[in-house]
């Protein structure tokens, strides 16, 4: 056997032998542990019951923030940054609330209402699954597309409806003198108590995106989620980055050196065309016109890259303004090549102005089968069409303009309105438009040459060949595919549809706005735990936000936690020392004691360090045992204390106090134990390997 | 058996000696002096006796290396002769016991007190939280013995010197008396206050030879037994002192002049000195060793 193992077993053997003797030790130290594992209990359930309220409470783990210090407003983009950026977040739900008016749709037996109800106002607030706000309540899921609400009880009491009723709820808007009104139903998913919420309170909780589309709605949007046109108001504008003007050639009717300084100075470029497709806009003019008259094209100098940057002033600015006589201003954008019903087409973009309006000189040159749209013809509905007559499109029952983008434009074939036109203009018949001694497919395609004229034609014939004999590809357009007319409003809101600015609202059958995307200035953010939102706080505050949470409550239990620590751990501090000697004297006196049976050991040849391990392995065993009893009792008495037995009548007295020892805190205090035992033990083991033998034996007792 | 003290190393040499105890409080001193040549050889079993305060304990602590001589400069001579831990044949060891405690070689001396010195004094010693057995085994635990060297030595050392007490036979059917058996020898598990005065000394007797030492001290040992106990213990432990390979010495200090005549062939006299507070030995005297019967002649 070693002589570690000798000496441990003898040291062993001591304490449990000799236990009357030992027994006191151990319970002192014991005595002396107890009371601050205990300390240590009583400050964990201190501060666990300070932090249980922030902790189980939504608030606790809540920020509220919004951008009113130079913080960016909250768009996805910024949410998701902040999401990633701040690390341990539950989830962030922007803010909104509008304010709506619901009742109820169905009795209380389910049967629908005949008569409407009285309305209930309701500010409804923005929440999306997961809020803790709801799901402390059991709602954990809440669709936006559903139209689901979650509502407090005094909504539901005024509603009388309960979980799962439906309710309308009427939405109304105006712009300028147009007001609309609407008709939702949402469906009920949970009720939040009034507490919660404030008595009488009529409020609810619904998805973000339901909010986002109230917003679109009550901007006069388009709502396709709803199925719910833009307002009529809500109509896009028409720009244009070109225009074209026509002066009379020569005789100080062209543009002057003036005119050019002006229109430049207004951001224009001006371009005096000799040739091109422009000068007889695509055949509608004669080619008298050609010789009497000076084509100039005034194009926008661009800024915007990507992007349309409009002619600001209006074609009777620009007219009034240039000394050019009689000169005529034309919003012009260049052809725009479509598929219509998946046959290639360019657009040419033709609103001219009539005789009665500025310029209307300009329709004495016109063909009489030049195709065109008047003024108001392109403003009143931008979506028609002319074809040549012989085109097979004018067989179509329906007409879609597919764009690069995928939008499908329904057009008005207005050619057959423009030959009756015509017709009433000759006074002859209109005729079909095929004629056997037309090529209609050459017509077609050709986009140069000349009018044709058929040299045998009846009035049918003449008409038919002048309705044949407009065809656009006379005038010299591309001759790459058919050429279509259209007013140049249409253009100018295909143009801007390419570039994202506008979108076609099939309900309203017009171009709107793009609406912007809601920005939210306000949200609310959850960590996944109270001791994760300082960093949140701080991290929200350094990006310039203005934030609102329980942050200082938390810092402040934080703080107390400390204190309580740093307390307790002075006292400990104090405790173990009056431990450490009273483990020394005790030991003095017990090795003091046992000089007799020291000196014997000595005598028989056990060396100091065997007697000084056998001191201190003493010790250590009679702190081990003290640790032990330290920790059952510990563990017993805050089981004990914890007890709620306030309805009994033999306990009644005893308070509940709230005691939580961990089992770091219970291991610390177990090495204290075995540390003051062993330290206390240290320079009595010291006196005892250094006593010389003989005198132990004949001075010391042998207990 | 041829007499051991003829050529032969002895176990233990010492001359020269001027030991001085000193009482700082009393502001006291003791001297101890050895100016002959002390030679004791391998089965000597000697008697140390004189008065009351004349130094025999005092020789003892120097001889059993429990103490230092306080005149180690001037100290003729002192040494030990032990047997070499490891040898084929009966070789022994010189331990220059003067030398090591000029240089202070405590892990040596330590080592010699352990290996080869028991001890039996006269006041109580057992250690009390041990059990009988385990006491007796104690020395040779400290020596590095195995459970089963332990166990067998105890058990023969226990029925040697008659230590021994019956459990309850009754109450285990057992009718027989069986007092060489651990199963039925009840005391080799009593605790050391449980011991009448005679069991007490004979498990210390025991316990200073368990290990087989060179040299066993004994002090006073009719304090606790009366005659005819100390007799037969002292029978036992001189023979198997003297019986075994590699004899050992035993020293007894005593008052008791026919035991020391009956058991010692070795006689150290000691006395006070005169005009000075100090005791000397004064005589030695030697007698051989019957080495057949054991006795002296």
Redesign the interface.
């Known amino acids: ?1 070693s ?1 570690v193992g ?1 000496y441990m077993g ?1 040291a062993s ?2 304490v449990f ?2 236990w009357s003797a030992t027994q006191l030790q151990v319970i002192i130290i014991a005595g002396i542990c107890l009371p601050i594992l205990l300390l240590l209990g009583l400050k964990n359930g201190h501060v666990a019951d300070l932090r249980e309220e922030l902790a189980t409470s939504p608030t606790g783990r809540q920020v509220i923030f919004w951008a009113a210090r130079d913080g960016a407003l909250l768009s996805d983009g910024v949410i998701e940054n902040i999401r990633e950026s701040v690390g341990n977040v539950d989830v962030i739900i922007p803010e909104s609330q509008k304010l709506v008016f619901g009742s109820p749709v169905n009795d209380d037996s389910g049967e629908e209402l005949a008569q409407p109800q009285e309305e209930v106002p309701i500010t409804l607030y923005s929440t999306l699954p997961g809020d803790p706000l709801l799901m402390q309540f059991g709602v954990n899921e809440i669709s936006g597309e559903q139209l689901e609400v979650v509502l407090s009880e005094a909504a539901v009491k005024k509603l009388g409806v309960e979980v799962g009723s439906h309710l309308d709820v009427r939405l109304t808007r105006k712009l300028g003198a147009d007001r609309e009104e609407h008709f939702l139903e949402f469906k009920v998913v949970g009720v939040l108590p009034s507490r919660e919420q404030g008595e009488g309170q009529t409020t609810g909780y619904a998805h973000i995106e339901t909010l986002e589309n109230l917003d679109r709605y009550t901007a006069g949007d388009a709502v396709a989620a709803w199925g719910i046109p833009a307002m009529s108001g809500r109509a896009a504008s028409d720009v244009y980055e070109s225009m074209l003007v026509f002066c009379f050639r020569g005789g100080g009717t062209e543009l002057s050196t003036d005119d050019i300084s002006f229109l430049e100075s207004r951001g224009l470029e001006v371009q005096r065309l000799d040739e091109g497709p422009e000068l007889d806009l695509f055949g509608t003019l004669s080619k008298g016109a050609l010789d009497e008259l000076v084509t100039y094209r005034l194009n926008r100098v661009s800024w915007e890259d990507p992007g349309i940057t409009p002619i600001r002033d209006s074609t009777q600015l620009i007219v009034r303004n240039t000394q050019a006589e009689d000169d005529l201003a034309l919003r012009w954008v260049d052809p725009v090549k479509v598929k219509i019903n998946g046959v290639p087409h360019a657009l040419v973009g033709l609103s001219l102005p009539t005789k009665r309006e500025t310029g209307g000189w300009l329709n004495t040159y016109m063909e009489k089968t030049g195709r065109r749209f008047t003024f108001q013809q392109s403003v009143d509905n931008p979506c028609q069409i002319l074809f040549p007559a012989s085109s097979p499109m004018n067989g179509e029952a329906e007409l879609l303009v597919e764009t690069a983008g995928g939008d499908k434009i329904p057009l008005l074939n207005s050619t057959s309105a423009f030959v009756a036109s015509l017709q009433d203009e000759t006074g002859e018949t209109a005729v079909p438009s095929t004629s056997p001694d037309v090529d209609d497919s050459v017509i077609a395609e050709d986009g140069g040459g000349g009018s044709q004229e058929s040299a045998a034609s009846t009035s049918a014939d003449k008409l038919s060949q002048v309705v044949a004999g407009d065809d656009l590809a006379a005038a010299g357009a591309s001759s790459e595919m058919p050429i279509a007319i259209v007013p140049v409003t249409l253009l100018s809101f295909l143009e801007q549809l390419d570039s994202g600015v506008v979108k076609y609202d099939s309900g309203s059958r017009r171009f709107i706005d793009v609406p912007s995307a809601v920005d939210f200035t306000k949200a609310r953010l959850y960590t996944d735990t109270i001791d994760d939102v300082p960093e949140a706080v701080e991290w929200l505050a350094e990006a310039k936000y203005a934030v609102l949470s329980e942050s200082s409550r938390i810092a402040e239990i934080q703080e107390q936690d400390q204190s309580l620590q740093i307390l307790v751990l002075v006292v400990a501090l104090g405790v173990f020392v009056f431990g450490v000697i009273t483990v020394f004297s005790v030991l003095v006196d017990s090795t003091d004691r046992k000089k ?2 020291i ?3 000595r ?5 100091r360090f065997g007697v000084f391990s056998i001191v201190l392995f003493r010790a250590f065993v009679i702190g081990l045992l003290a640790a032990v009893l330290c920790i059952v009792f510990g563990f017993a008495l805050a089981e004990f204390l914890r007890l709620d037995v306030a309805d009994t009548a033999a306990l009644g007295w005893k308070p509940t106090i709230s005691v939580m020892i961990n089992p770091i805190d219970a291991l610390l205090i177990a090495f204290g134990a075995l540390l003051c035992a062993s330290l206390g033990a240290v320079v009595p083991a010291l006196r005892a390997s250094g006593l ?3 005198d132990a ?2 001075e010391g007792q ?2 | 058996m041829a007499s051991v003290a003829e050529g032969l190393n002895p176990v233990l040499r010492l001359s020269g000696l001027r030991h001085r105890l000193s009482d700082r409080a009393r502001n006291e001193h003791y001297t101890v002096y050895v100016d002959q040549c002390l030679e004791f050889y391998s089965r000597d079993f000697i008697g140390l006796l004189g008065p009351s305060g004349c130094g025999k304990t005092t020789l003892l ?1 120097v001889l ?1 290396l ?2 230092s001589p306080t005149n180690l400069d001037d100290l003729s001579e002192f040494e030990l002769f032990v047997p070499e831990e490891v040898s084929r044949d009966d070789s022994w060891q010189r331990i220059d016991m003067r030398e090591a405690w000029q240089k202070r070689k405590y ?1 040596l001396i ?2 010699m ?3 080869h ?1 028991g ?1 039996a ?1 006269q ?8 059990t009988v057995q ?1 006491n007796i085994g ?2 040779l ?4 013995a ?2 089963t060297e332990v166990a067998s030595r105890t058990k023969e050392l226990m029925s040697q010197f008659k230590l021994t007490r019956l459990r309850d036979s009754e109450s285990e059917g057992n009718s027989t008396q069986e007092q060489d058996s651990d199963v039925g020898n009840a005391l080799a598990d009593s ?1 050391i206050n449980r011991l009448s005065g005679g069991e007490y000394q004979r498990v210390a007797l025991a316990r200073s030879i368990a290990h087989r030492p060179s040299v066993v001290f004994v002090d006073e040992p009719t304090s606790a037994l009366n005659r005819e106990l100390a007799h037969g213990a002292l029978s036992v432990m001189r023979d198997l002192q003297r019986n075994r390979e590699r004899a050992g010495i035993t020293f007894m200090i005593t008052h008791d002049e026919d035991l020391a005549q009956e058991f010692c062939n070795v006689v150290v006299r000691m006395a006070p000195r005169r005009n000075e507070p100090a005791g000397e030995v004064v005589e030695v005297t030697r007698c051989e060793i019957d080495t057949e019967v054991g006795s002296n002649e």
């Open positions: 056997m002589r000798l003898m053997k001591d032998r000799l007799g049976t000196g014997i050991l005598v028989m040849g056990m060396s010389d033998p003989f034996i004949t042998f207990g | 602590t059993g429990l103490r892990r330590e080592k007190r352990r290996r010195i001890f004094l006041s109580g010693e057992l250690i009390s939280s041990l385990e104690m020395p635990k400290l020596n590095g195995g459970e605790r």
